[in-house]
């Protein structure tokens, strides 16, 4: 696809076709859903390619090509086929369930859609790639290689404090001389956002992109109810976990630089060699669990599917990418030797799985799930997994070891989840702050969701810019709850694995077939949990997690 003629025939002619019968409407749908999948998949490489590497001019200017001169006129006739969908009198007799969640949703675009806001769109989703090509340019210099930030934070975990503090000054360094262009951007992003709830008759982005989101089976009040329970259950859990690192670490006062530290004696957790091992193992801890699972993975690495090296250039971050007219989903990460990579491949295997169980299903709209339910597939994968952790640690100590940073890290994540949640809530509900009541605003939420007991002395600055480094809150805004309550359902996955290892799996795999042909809560009761935010409720899971650590703590290797 070179240019819009190329596709637009295709829409003139599903726009025109006349239905009149419900077998006609669901030939029509057929139709469309191919056409759709073909445009996604083009435009999918184009993306895929140039986050493969964002200092390709004609790469770029193949992805912006498509963002700014064909998706603005896609999305007229997007509307128009919605229109005709929901204007047909035959939809009535589309019975499936997995129909009604369909129709539901389109119902949802029809009345969020206004032409007024495609060039905001468009203008939008430029200033996202420019954050992503600034953070892409970051890096620094240490003993004399040029490294990326992804390749820095495993000095961070050093035992040596003096080799920590050097490589995060250098970092923060790095960071700040773009904090303010940064800040600038989100500045701008934050006018052209309100502007387009503005259009749809929103009083504010918050609100329009709950609704956009098509986030049906919550509330807002309710997103507010689980900051409140993460910042009772889990924050004062983050605090012990940060003391006992102190205890370990012999130090007076933890500062930021010491937050990822291994304790003296202890390197950091090695678990593969490159990432043609990191591969094959991940290959078989899936096959391990379920032999179909491994052979997944291995037919993506058969086909290329798989970009896992850091480099230059490359943007940040890490993503399946689900390919829906091949049927063979892409995974792009940033792995540079830490522990975490590894945890990011089963994450990230997680969505692929998800992409593969669900790829029989009759319509793309059934296979895409919202991030409530995709995210709860790559976390549960994550602690699903770690039974077979000893793949990559043959040392039993530093299985342990690999298993307690894992557990820790979930206890870690819920409150800055929180946090980033709330700090957006408060950003898109006060769209005429300044950057300085912006700025102050984000420090008053850290402190009352983060640990006490790190010292930001003199990182002030570090400290009020820590925000940006979150691509989420610049690229897809209000996309990050969806990791706290999927984190939270994954932990009562893995509490039902470790109760009935068999069952608990078929479980998870049934629920990920459904795609979303069920509502979200009606996928998490298939998966045989709950889909709650209340704080009774999130302390079982709370003390769950905790009673999890001190069985780790007390070097109890076993672990289903």
Known sequence: MNAWDDAKPYYEELNNRPINSVEELKKWMLDRNELENYIAENVAWRYINYTRNTEDSDIRSRYLFYINQIKPKISPFTNLLD?????????????????????????NEIELYRDENIPL????????????????AMTIEYGGVELTMQQAAKYLKSPDRKVRKEVYDKVIARRLQDAQRLDLLFSELVKLRHQMAVNAGFDNFRDYKFRLLGRFDYTIEEVYQFH??????????????????????GLDVMRPYDIDAEPAGEEPLKPYEDSEDLINKGVTIFGKLNKSLGNYLSVMHDKGYLDLDSRKGKAPGGYNYPLDEIGIPFIFMNASGKFRDMVTMMHEGGHAIHSFLARGLPLSVFKHTPSEVSELA????ELLSMGK??????????????????????????????????????????????????????????????????????????????????????????????????????????KNYKNNPELGLEKYLNALKLGYTRSVPEIYKEAGISFDFSLPYIKDIADFLKHELELLETNVPEIV
């Open 83 to 107: 229109k005709k969908l929901i204007d047909c009198p035959f939809q009535n007799e589309l019975k499936d369930e997995g129909y009604k969640i369909y129709l539901r949703t389109t119902r």
């Open 121 to 136: 769109t468009v203008e939008s989703e430029e200033k996202a790639q420019e954050y992503a090509e600034i953070q892409a």
């Open 228 to 249: 409140e329970s993460v910042k009772q259950e889990f924050a004062p859990l983050a605090e012990f976990i940060i003391e006992q690192k102190r205890k370990k670490l």
């Open 378 to 381: 790559s976390m549960s994968m």
């Open 389 to 494: 952790w000893d793949i990559f640690f043959d040392n039993p100590k530093e299985l342990v070891r690999a298993q307690l940073e894992q557990l820790e890290s979930i206890v870690d994540s819920l409150p800055w989840i929180a946090t980033v949640d709330k700090f957006q809530n408060w950003i898109y509900t006060h769209p005429e702050h300044t950057i300085q009541e912006r700025s102050d605003e984000w420090v008053k939420i850290f402190k009352e969701f983060q640990p006490d007991s790190v010292d930001w002395t003199g990182y002030e600055a570090a400290m009020i810019s820590n925000w940006q480094k979150q691509l989420h809150i610049f690229e897809v805004p209000f996309y990050y709850i969806e990791y706290g309550i999927a984190q939270l359902g994954a932990l009562a996955v893995w």
